[in-house]
């Protein structure tokens, strides 16, 4: 399995930015995605941003041009920097990897935004 160590979460104003790090360690061989997930008060956790070893990106619409997802292999870290923050961003933010027989959550991370 794989292990994943969050950190970077707080509060911040709106308009801010924040930093979120996720390293892994463990059966980091196996994985071919790392993303970013965070689940809203009384709403369902969606997808916010994705790598793959390949480099492509994808990102949920409501964070284009605002976040942007990236990958330190040498780390094993993925980051997700956070810019131009509004309150509707305030979630647990997750992250995640995925591949050969792996999925892996990490423990959460609270954003908070204010207005």
């Known amino acids: 399995q794989v292990q994943l160590v969050e950190s970077g979460g707080g509060l911040v104003q709106a308009g801010g930015s924040l930093r979120l790090s996720c390293a892994a360690s463990?059966?980091?061989?196996?994985?071919?995605?790392m993303g970013w997930y965070r689940q809203g008060p009384g709403k369902q956790r969606e997808l916010v941003a994705i790598?793959?070893?390949?480099?492509?990106?994808n990102y949920a619409t409501s964070v284009k041009g605002r976040f942007t997802i990236s990958r330190d292999n040498a780390k094993n870290t993925v980051y997700l920097q956070m810019n131009s923050l509004k309150p509707e961003d305030t979630a647990v933010y997750y992250c995640n990897v995925r591949g050969y027989a792996l999925d892996s959550w990490g423990q959460g991370t609270q954003v908070t935004v204010s207005s």
């Open positions: 463990g059966r980091i061989f196996s994985i071919n995605a």
């Open positions: 790598t793959t070893s390949g480099g492509s990106r």
